[in-house]
């Protein structure tokens, strides 16, 4: 603890009298200041024992000493030290008064008492609270740095809840909690994601405080990492502001938590570099060479059905092609908002939806493969895991913060997911992702499916402009004849289609003799030169017809 009125006056060297304040005498005291200037509050900063012998005051005036002590009052001095015997026997009343009337602590020094000791004894007692505190931070970073090295973040939590006489937690890079201690913090540690991903916004190393009298506690969040962009966040919760000795443990546990949090760049490229060969013998077909050379790295990733997704930024597409109007947006899952906030930050879409899937198989402990191949992102992850719900609820908060015309914006990213296989069809996944991709990059989704491709319909896959180019060129001919009233070849032509070839099922819908409908076919023949009687041509036309939705 650091100086105090009291402990000066309990100084059996000072002999110090208290004649005012008496109940304000366990304030601390930051320096000990001699002034004789009538008005010295223009050279306090607050916390000071004032030391005065009266020399130019007029100490007996009621009125002069209410000024007096009323400004030293509001600079923030704690105590004021009256010589006697020098240029007064005892201390006026009307300064005694006014310092009771104040509040301000009123303390006697006898003649043989030196200012120069109590300057000395409150010197060497913050001298002493200093010691205390580094020691104590010493001692505090021992236990940290054993707890890391035995129990990992959680046991270094508990070590500095126990420190700061308060509670600590652990966020990734998304906002959300990782650990806390003690156990009873979760729920305090869950009210602060917001403001753990405004300080992820800030360039590292950054903090801020939360909270304060009017709260519960005092919080103070931390960045962690040493890059641009945090990896991770720590809070700190006490019911009152840290000392130098918590400031210490502190200090420590960040360094502590970004050494396990923050991995080497060699190590990190290292890592990259037995993905990518893991990925290019799974889609070679050796599976088993790829478990030899992943060895545990990944886990049982390998060995059983797992998603292969290809991630592209939206800015990374070479030109865009209509979209097809979004759907109204969905309801967004309570994790999308850290999804969101982590693609928006840092200018690096790619990265920032890297982060959301490893943080979120991370917290599950799931093994995750994430490769980067040129400007796209290669992700296997266990199918049905929280790797794969991760990709979901990012797409859903992207999606959900559009409007329903906007187009992709750059900062977004495109996934193509595959259906669940296994290690032996990683190829034929590949390409699932890919094709998954492309729709939805046709269709201005943030990720589609393979497996909804297959449930769904081919004629969305029809808007594409060539597709509509080739329909047009198809059927310009028959509009042609059309235009000019010798028939309708085109409505006969999709009548006919419809139903399968059946003439008199045609006829009856057109409302014309199934003889009439014979002799259109024939003319869309001649026109075409084309035979209907070939199924490929057939399937054409059938789709042109679609394509170009012509009533």
């Not at 940290?144 to 600590?168: F, H, K, M, N, Y």
């Not at 493969?369 to 719900?389: F, I, N, Q, T, Y």
Request: one cysteine or more.
């Amino acid at each position: 603890m650091p100086p105090t009125l009291a402990s000066l006056v309990h100084h059996s060297a000072l002999k110090l009298t208290v004649r005012a304040g008496e109940d304000r005498l366990d304030v601390p005291v930051r320096w000990a200041h001699v002034s004789e200037l009538a008005d010295p509050v223009p050279y306090m900063e607050g916390g000071e024992l004032l030391l005065i012998t009266a020399l130019k005051l007029d100490a007996e005036n009621p009125d002069a000493m209410r000024r007096y002590v009323k400004r030293l009052v509001e600079a923030g001095v704690v105590g004021l030290g009256f010589a006697v015997g020098v240029n007064y026997e005892q201390i006026p009343e009307a300064l005694v008064e006014a310092a009771a009337q104040e509040g301000l602590p009123l303390l006697e020094v006898p003649r043989r008492t030196p200012f120069l000791a109590i300057s000395k004894a409150v010197s060497a007692a913050i001298a002493a609270d200093q010691y205390r505190a580094v020691t104590a931070g010493f001692a505090a970073q021992r236990e940290l740095t054993r707890q890391a090295l035995t129990s990992g973040p959680e046991g270094l939590l508990a070590a500095l809840a126990a420190q700061v006489d308060g509670w600590a937690a652990l966020y990734d890079a998304s906002g959300a909690v990782v650990a806390t201690a003690p156990e009873w913090a979760v729920r305090r540690a869950a009210r602060l994601t917001e403001d753990v991903r405004r300080l992820r916004e800030r360039s590292a190393p950054a903090s801020s405080v939360v909270g304060g009298p009017d709260h519960e506690d005092r919080v103070e969040l931390h960045s962690l990492g040493t890059g641009r962009r945090p990896r991770a966040a720590l809070a700190v919760g006490t019911a009152a502001a840290l000392g130098t000795a918590e400031r210490y443990a502190v200090h420590s546990a960040i360094a502590l938590l970004t050494l396990t949090t923050e991995r080497s760049r060699s190590l990190h490229a290292a890592e990259q570099r037995i993905g990518a060969a893991v990925l290019r013998m799974l889609l070679a077909g050796e599976p088993d060479h790829a478990r030899a050379v992943a060895g545990d790295l990944y886990g049982g990733l390998l060995d059983a059905p797992f998603r292969m997704l290809v991630a592209e930024s939206a800015s990374a597409l070479s030109a865009r092609v209509p979209t097809e109007p979004h759907p109204p947006a969905p309801v967004v899952p309570s994790a999308s908002a850290a999804a969101l906030a982590a693609a928006d930050a840092g200018g690096d879409p790619l990265g920032a939806f890297a982060e959301v899937v490893e943080s979120a198989a991370a917290r599950a402990g799931e093994a995750l493969l994430v490769v980067p191949e040129g400007e796209r992102l290669v992700v296997l992850a266990g199918d049905g895991g929280a790797a794969v719900a991760a990709c979901g609820e990012y797409a859903a908060a992207v999606e959900a913060g559009r409007s329903e015309q906007a187009a992709a914006d750059e900062d977004e990213v495109v996934l193509g997911m595959s259906a669940p296989v296994g290690p032996i069809a990683a190829a034929a996944a590949y390409k699932q992702a890919e094709q998954a991709l492309s729709v939805a990059r046709r269709r201005g989704r943030v990720l589609v499916e393979h497996e909804q491709l297959a449930a769904g319909s081919v004629l969305p896959l029809l808007a594409d402009d060539a597709v509509r180019a080739f329909a047009d060129g198809l059927l310009r001919a028959l509009y042609e004849h059309d235009a000019t009233g010798r028939g309708d070849l085109v409505k006969s032509l999709r009548a006919w289609l419809s139903r399968h070839g059946q003439w008199d099922a045609a006829a009856a819908d057109l409302g014309v003799h199934r003889h009439t409908l014979r002799y259109r076919m024939r003319r869309v023949e001649e026109i075409l030169g084309r035979s209907l009687d070939d199924a490929d041509v057939r399937m054409e036309l059938w789709l042109a017809l679609k394509a170009t939705s012509a009533d």
